[in-house]
């Protein structure tokens, strides 16, 4: 079984983002821009909006965070949105979710210039990547096709199940599986018979938030399995896959932390450059 290491794989992507960011610089002396707004307390957003500035710096990107209390009102956020889209030394621009109840995410993903959404959830970005046009891709889904591609570069009439249709994970993956001529299944909880689903997978991703929901006879033998999941429990963070059993079955693995994580955040600087390049062709 291949275990498919994305803190290697991640490092190379940034490798080679690093040296793209030299020559960028070197051609139009200017450094694309990331700038990260923070809104509240929340644990897992504030660790990885600090892993996003650091590996920004790494490859010599410009990176600012923007951090706001709990108790910020809307607009101040629409405006610094307003604000971030005129500055032509930013190129891209993320809101970190999740945003407090009475902050509407739809307002604020609708704010960002869709030139400078490195996250991909602007619908004119959504509509783009469903229509096959050029758009940023979202980080998350973008990654685990790399990671999939790494194990697999041909992807043609393969059979591919999506476990989760969120905007975030299972429906871009979808997207980006169906451009590579696959046979792709989305499921999701009110799907019957999900291990029936899974077994005619030849690539699995999970992305639906349970602990290890797919299990080791849930997956048709050589398939290649992407974790998106990270579950808290008892016994530390797991993902959404049964990894010892599947290991067992499974042709490659994703392991969880180690799998996609560290290609989302490599995939977001990835975006920030590509929108750096559309902006400098315009
Ligand atoms: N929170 C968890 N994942 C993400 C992501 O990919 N983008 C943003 N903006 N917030 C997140």
């Not at 490798?15 to 139009?28: A, G, P, R």
């Not at 897992?44 to 790494?58: D, G, L, M, Q, T």
């Not at 989760?164 to 169906?178: A, D, F």
């Amino acid at each position: 079984m291949i275990l498919i290491d994305g803190k290697k794989v991640a490092a190379e992507l940034r490798e080679e983002l690093k040296q793209e960011v030299f020559n960028l610089k070197s051609k139009y002396n200017k450094v694309p821009g990331l700038t990260v707004i923070l809104i509240g307390e929340d644990p897992p957003s504030k660790i990885y909006v600090r892993n996003k500035e650091k590996s920004a710096n790494e490859v010599g990107l410009k990176s600012e965070i923007i951090k706001y209390p709990d108790s910020v009102d809307e607009k101040t956020v629409l405006d610094k949105i307003y604000e971030l889209n005129k500055d032509e030394t930013i190129s891209g621009i993320l809101v970190q979710l999740p945003l407090p109840k009475h902050i509407n995410k739809q307002k604020v993903i609708e704010a960002i210039l869709p030139e400078k959404d490195v996250d991909g959830f602007h619908p004119m970005n959504v509509g783009n990547l469903s229509s096959g046009y050029e758009s940023s891709i979202p980080c998350t889904p973008l990654g685990c096709y790399l990671l999939i591609k790494k194990i697999e570069p041909n992807l043609n009439g393969k059979k591919a199940v999506v476990v989760g249709r969120s905007n975030l994970n299972g429906k871009p993956m979808t997207q980006l599986l169906l451009k590579e001529n696959c046979t792709v299944t989305i499921t999701h909880s009110k799907t019957k018979d999900l291990k029936g689903e899974c077994l005619k997978g030849d690539i699995i991703v999970a992305a639906v938030g349970i602990p290890e929901l797919v299990k080791g006879d849930w997956v048709k033998k050589d398939a290649i399995v992407i974790d998106v999941g990270i579950n808290k429990t008892e016994k530390g963070i797991v993902g959404d896959v049964a990894f010892e059993e599947v290991s067992k079955v499974a042709k490659a693995l994703t392991p969880v932390p180690g799998g996609v994580g560290p290609m989302t955040i490599a995939c977001l600087l990835k975006n920030t450059i590509e929108c750096f390049k559309r902006s400098v062709k315009l």
